[in-house]
């Protein structure tokens, strides 16, 4: 596993990456505005706003139960919120389905990989290049940043191993070239040396102009590669701030739920 | 002899059964839904071919150009009106709702051309066979069903292996949310699913209405076969519903080989055997359901 992902320094910043763009001044890339969503009578979000602008990377943390996937799942329109709209590229997309948030470019790597089990590890990436948005991610590409998911290729994807399972439900969700990449829980179940190497494919991810929005429970791990952090309870923000100015005690107290 | 010929013949009826229900384990492959319209499908499609010969002299493989493509929109229509909101609503919905279908159209058909058997005609080709050694013949018609069968089976099987809508139809039934986060529309996708379906079935009831006489009650016997089919061979298993064609097809011609009457027991009992000892199928697909 000590080949999982090409280590590769972070050449370009984030605010290069905005200027390239063209977006320096615009509205955000993406804009969760006073979202209540949830299952059944328990709103897992409630009134909660978050917005990332373009080229930037977001770390939502918070402890289980907070509300993390209900709002990755909001915004990728697997679960339609109750109150509030998303926005996306200034477009109100909260009546757009799953499927067609896809196609303008948002795409959501799941909680639980959820990789496609009867399909080879290469067709799971065919798969995710199923709405054909022009991008640099393909074959080549996506086994260039996982070398090792290269050498399962021909493999079931039931039969690898989680850490290569991550890798490769990373890589399908490249495969469908999104502006906006939503990761929830890298490291769920992984060994803490596997989730740093699929970790460290992120700056080249970044690096080709993609917003990412990360949620994890490994918070170290999310602020080491977020430029602002935003951290939830029960479906409200508690703390926010730039990833390198973020105090510790402040974020631990956040995180738990603790008043100081 | 006489067994070897059963066996012969049971297997090329094997592959016309295997036709009958490839669009069945098609649909059920994807969208776990067992369409107890199937087998009526299948003499609606025999009725089509009927008409386009009676109005047309259209002889049964040219009605093929036809029916095929008109009942390939149907099922697209259908899936789209009606299976859909059928799927919406449970386990048990889709089951009644083709159950009822098959209700309505099978008397539709009554209302408009009556009880009477009827027979597709294929002309000289329908009787004419080559002989392999004495006592031992195989029928041109019979062959090239078996062929059809065959044939219909590899290209599904090509097309879920190898296309970019084929690849998308297993990872919708591997993981139907997964799927959409990919950008897969599924109902669009199933209703893609349901036209191929009822693409194969109208050259099954062709085929079928060509070999012997159909009423509109056919599609009863028809959908029992298809589904005999596709559980021996596993559920969801293209290539095992041929395999349970075969099985079912060389049963009945073994136990009709004994006596005429004990054909279509014959296969049931070996459905029932297989049911009892390997629940799942000869060739069961390799994920769960």
Same mark, same amino acid.
């Given at each position: 596993m000590s080949e999982l992902t090409n280590e590769h320094s972070r050449s370009a910043n984030a605010t290069d990456e905005r200027q390239r763009g063209g977006? #320096? =001044? =615009?509205? *955000?890339?993406?804009h969760v505005d006073d979202v209540d969503a949830g299952y059944g009578d328990v709103p897992a979000l409630r009134g909660l706003t978050v917005t990332v602008a373009e080229g930037e990377t977001l770390a939502v943390i918070g402890a289980n139960g907070a509300g993390k996937s209900t709002l990755l799942k909001t915004i990728a329109g697997v679960l339609r919120p109750t109150r509030g709209e998303v926005r996306f590229d200034g477009r109100v997309v909260t009546a757009l389905s799953a499927h067609q948030r896809v196609g303008s470019g948002i795409s959501l790597c799941p909680e639980g990989r959820r990789l496609f089990p009867s399909l080879t590890v290469e067709e799971n990436l065919q798969v995710g290049a199923y709405a054909r948005r022009p991008g640099p991610w393909d074959l080549p590409a996506v086994y260039e940043l996982f070398p090792l998911v290269a050498e399962r290729?021909?493999? *079931?994807?039931?039969?690898? =191993?989680g850490g290569e399972q991550q890798a490769v439900a990373i890589g399908r969700s490249l495969m469908a070239n999104p502006r906006l990449l939503l990761l929830d829980e #890298? =490291? /769920?179940? /992984?060994?803490p040396v596997i989730v740093r190497q699929l970790y460290a494919a992120l700056p080249r991810i970044t690096e080709q102009g993609t917003t990412v929005l990360v949620v994890e429970q490994d918070v170290h791990q999310a602020i080491s590669v977020a430029d602002r952090v935003q951290c939830l309870l029960e479906g409200r923000t508690v703390l926010e701030g730039a990833a390198d100015r973020i105090d510790p005690a402040e974020l631990a107290a956040a995180y738990f739920g603790v008043r100081r | 002899m006489n067994t070897v010929n059963a066996v012969v013949q049971g297997v090329l009826l094997g592959g016309l059964y295997a036709l009958v229900a490839a669009g069945l384990s098609l649909v059920f492959g994807v969208m776990r839904i067992v369409n107890l319209a199937h087998g009526v499908l299948a003499v609606l499609a025999a009725y089509g071919s009927l008409l386009l010969g009676e109005?047309?002299?259209?002889?049964p493989f040219l009605s093929l150009l036809v029916v095929v493509p008109a009942m390939a929109a149907l099922g697209y229509a259908l899936q789209r009106a009606l299976l859909d909101r059928a799927l919406r609503g449970g386990e048990l919905a889709p089951l009644l709702v083709t159950f009822g279908l098959a209700i309505v159209i099978q008397n539709l058909l009554l209302e408009t051309f009556s009880a009477d058997t009827q027979r597709l005609d294929v002309g000289a080709f329908g009787g004419a066979s080559i002989e392999l050694t004495d006592g031992l013949a195989i029928g041109w018609f019979p062959l090239l069903a078996a062929a059809a069968g065959v044939l219909v089976i590899a290209g599904l099987g090509q097309f879920l292996a190898r296309t970019r809508t084929g690849r998308a139809m297993r990872a919708t039934s591997d993981d139907q949310e997964a799927a959409q986060l990919m950008g897969i529309d599924n109902r669009r996708l199933y209703a893609v699913a349901t036209a191929i379906a009822l693409g194969t079935v109208a050259i099954a009831g062709v085929f079928l209405g060509s070999r012997s006489t159909f009423d509109p009650s056919a599609g009863a016997t028809t959908l029992i076969f298809a589904f005999e089919a596709v559980v021996i061979g596993g559920l969801g298993s293209l290539w095992g519903t041929l395999l349970g064609g075969v099985v079912l097809g060389v049963a009945q011609g073994l136990g009709a080989a004994i006596d005429p009457a004990y054909g279509v027991l014959a296969g049931h009992l070996v459905f029932l055997a297989v049911l009892a000892v390997r629940p799942r199928g000869l060739l069961p697909s390799a994920v769960t359901a």
């Open positions: 977006h #320096v =001044s =615009s509205a *955000p890339l993406l290729r021909a493999r *079931p994807a039931a039969n690898l =191993s #890298v =490291s /769920l179940g /992984l060994a | 109005h047309l002299g259209w002889n």
